[in-house]
């Protein structure tokens, strides 16, 4: 048995009406970029490739420039994402996966080294490129969760307090 069955609808405008009119404006101001946001990075058909002079993985507690894992730890100054895939190239031409590198992290990078989206294809070029470790959570910024570069941040301006300390600590 329904319930207007047993109570007929007052007179006046519905709550549903009312809710559904609320949820449509609510939609209305959510963005493209917003919906971006809210869900995990695409990852579209087209590849992303990068080329930077310096590719560090980030933890809380270090920071350690990205190598090739075969014996002569090569300098890497390029990696890509295909896909399910990443990948990183060292000075020597060596091609491989590398556990700390996986291409939603690698992503969620060059968009923070480019300020572009995450689902950016094709080849790029960046300074620096800070890819956060897989021990920490996927969308953390390297600046916040690791120590050293917290530290960079905060300027000893206005820290005469330290600045001496540091003076002392050289005699
Ligand atoms: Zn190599």
Not at 53 to 69: A, D, F, K
Not at 80 to 86: H, I, Q, T
Not at 92 to 106: I, K, S
Not at 131 to 145: E, F, G, N
Request: charged share 20%; hydrophobic share 40%.
């Amino acid at each position: 048995m329904l319930c207007d069955d047993v109570e007929p609808l007052a007179p006046g405008p519905s709550a549903m009406r009312g809710a559904a009119l609320r949820l449509a404006q609510f939609l209305s101001t959510y963005s493209a970029d917003a919906r971006q946001e809210a869900t995990a990075p695409t990852v579209e058909d087209g590849p992303l490739a990068v080329k930077a002079s310096r590719i560090e993985i980030v933890t809380t507690g270090s920071i350690m420039p990205l190598q090739c894992p075969r014996q002569h730890a090569g300098r890497v100054r390029a990696v890509r994402a295909d896909g399910p895939r990443a990948t990183l190239e060292c000075e020597h031409g060596h091609v491989a996966e590398f556990w700390q590198l996986e291409p939603a992290r690698l992503r969620l990078a060059v968009a923070q080294a480019t300020a572009k989206r995450p689902s950016l294809q094709g080849t790029h070029q960046v300074a620096k490129l800070l890819i956060v470790s897989p021990d920490a959570p996927r969308h953390s910024d390297p600046h916040r969760i690791n120590r050293f570069l917290q530290a960079a941040g905060t300027p000893l301006v206005g820290r005469e307090d330290i600045v001496e300390q540091l003076g002392r600590l050289g005699q």
